[in-house]
């Protein structure tokens, strides 16, 4: 698992793979799907995640309380991909980032500073198998505890010496 995943926002945003999967229709809509799907599934993939935004919007989301999510808007000057860059180029230990875009200057800079790049198709397929794998692991612990030994249903109504327990108690 790396340290620090960072998302190229808009990258991923407008990449086919997301597009084809998304219901929402504004572009505040997606965003905050994408910063949902992250906030659920991405702490799989690193301890830290940051979701880069160009800054020229003014808006700003709360969608998620998450701590290990931070959600970036690059400042007016900058755009995402430089900022991405340069968050990259002043970290410590780039060998334990992974940065999501398929933009080939940021993909070049970053891999160049020692970061891992990953294309926004890989990370849109990564995350659909994620979600299927959890959400098997969960049906099949789920199945799993629908059967209860008579014991683990006895064990509420009747004490261990096999009395039966008084309703107050």
Same mark, same amino acid.
């Given at each position: 698992m790396k340290k620090w995943l960072i998302i190229d926002g808009y990258n991923l945003l407008y990449s086919p793979s997301f597009i084809d999967k998304s219901a929402a229709?504004?572009?505040?809509?997606?965003?905050?799907?994408?910063?949902?799907?992250?906030?659920?599934?991405?702490?799989?993939?690193?301890?830290?995640?940051?979701?880069?935004?160009?800054?020229?919007?003014?808006?700003?989301?709360?969608?998620?309380?998450?701590?290990?999510?931070?959600?970036?808007? #690059?400042?007016?000057?900058?755009?995402?991909?430089?900022?991405?860059?340069?968050?990259?180029?002043?970290?410590?230990?780039?060998?334990?980032?992974?940065?999501?875009?398929?933009?080939?200057?940021?993909?070049?800079?970053?891999?160049?500073?020692?970061?891992? #790049?990953i294309s926004t198709n890989f990370f849109c397929e990564w995350m659909a198998n994620a979600r299927q794998n959890l959400s098997a692991r969960l049906s099949r612990q789920s199945i799993r505890r629908t059967s209860f030994t008579l014991g683990e249903i006895l064990s509420d109504r009747f004490t261990r010496n096999g009395h039966k327990k008084s309703e107050n108690g």
């Open positions: 229709k504004s572009l505040e809509e997606r965003r905050d799907q994408i910063i949902r799907e992250v906030a659920e599934l991405g702490y799989l993939m690193a301890e830290k995640l940051t979701i880069v935004f160009d800054g020229r919007s003014s808006v700003k989301t709360s969608i998620t309380n998450d701590k290990s999510l931070e959600i970036m808007f #690059a400042p007016p000057e900058l755009t995402a991909d430089a900022f991405i860059i340069r968050l990259v180029g002043k970290c410590n230990f780039p060998e334990e980032v992974t940065v999501v875009s398929s933009d080939k200057i940021v993909v070049e800079n970053v891999t160049s500073l020692g970061a891992e #790049a």
